[in-house]
């Protein structure tokens, strides 16, 4: 939904970059069978990433098959991995990219929302049919979440951390039985949440100034210059991103991981860091 969590390429094998191919068109292919093949629009990197994790961390076997894309006819067949976290991660994206859409168009923040919402509404009924209960706590935090927004909440930490608290929810499935594996997927997705919220709304100040739009950031400083802001949290936001990812890298290393570690590693490690310092102006090039 954000894009904000991908691979960096140019550090990957290329064996690593097909597993990850794999999960992305894996996810695509799952979402249309399970959902809707117009819910596909809503596949992203980070949702890509959680379904890489947690087949990482489950202990059930993964099985794949090679299949082609027909929309890129042309490409190599990739290894689409089968299994419970694919179909998980299918649904949850699903879920998620539905409800936040449907906030969108109740602030009328978005007028593209009008037109996506239907896209994803009657995939989003087979996920919700799946998963009441993540659908129900998802929606309780984005309400929170609306709230706060509505109230033009200033505290960037606030709302952050209801984010935050979505992807903690998202990153602890039913079939993940362990109690210290949810507790530490739990660390990891609260504040891989954190980190992607805060980089959104950075990277949005000048499109939100030019709109009229609510960003914790601009509370306050309508009279400033959007430079001026960006150039005042920069320092503090360097710090303070860099050190939740460090907290994510953190419980990311007491996870037991079965498979994919080349991409994980690459994502946790060098891809956020990078995208980090792309969105703060730290370095001129895109991931």
Request: charge should be positive; glycine fraction near 6%; include cysteine.
């Amino acid at each position: 939904m954000f894009g904000y969590v991908t691979v960096c390429k140019e550090g990957l094998s290329e064996e690593a970059y097909r597993v990850f191919r794999g999960y992305y068109c894996g996810l695509c292919k799952t979402m249309g069978k399970r959902c809707s093949h117009l819910s596909r629009v809503g596949l992203s990197y980070d949702i890509t990433f959680l379904a890489l994790l947690l087949s990482a961390v489950d202990t059930e076997d993964e099985r794949t098959i090679k299949k082609k894309c027909l929309m890129h006819p042309r490409r190599d067949a990739v290894r689409v991995p089968i299994s419970r976290a694919m179909d998980y991660s299918a649904d949850a994206g699903v879920i998620l990219a539905y409800l936040k859409l449907l906030d969108d168009l109740r602030d009328g923040k978005n007028i593209k929302s009008l037109f996506a919402v239907p896209l994803f509404y009657f995939g989003m009924r087979r996920a919700r049919k799946r998963l009441p209960t993540l659908y129900g706590n998802i929606k309780v935090h984005l309400k929170k979440l609306c709230e706060l927004e509505k109230n033009g909440c200033g505290d960037i930490d606030e709302t952050a951390d209801c984010f935050a608290k979505i992807l903690e929810i998202l990153f602890t499935p039913d079939f993940i039985k362990n109690a210290r594996e949810r507790r530490t997927l739990a660390w990891l997705g609260y504040n891989i949440g954190r980190w992607i919220y805060v980089m959104d709304a950075y990277n949005d100040i000048e499109k939100d100034a030019k709109r009229g739009e609510y960003n914790p950031f601009l509370m306050g400083c309508s009279e400033k210059p959007t430079e001026e802001i960006k150039n005042t949290l920069k320092e503090r936001l360097t710090v303070s991103m860099t050190f939740t990812l460090e907290n994510a890298a953190s419980a990311y290393n007491l996870l037991s991981i079965r498979k994919n570690r080349e991409v994980l590693d690459n994502i946790i490690y060098v891809a956020l860091k990078n995208k980090q310092d792309y969105v703060l102006g730290e370095n001129n090039e895109s991931l």
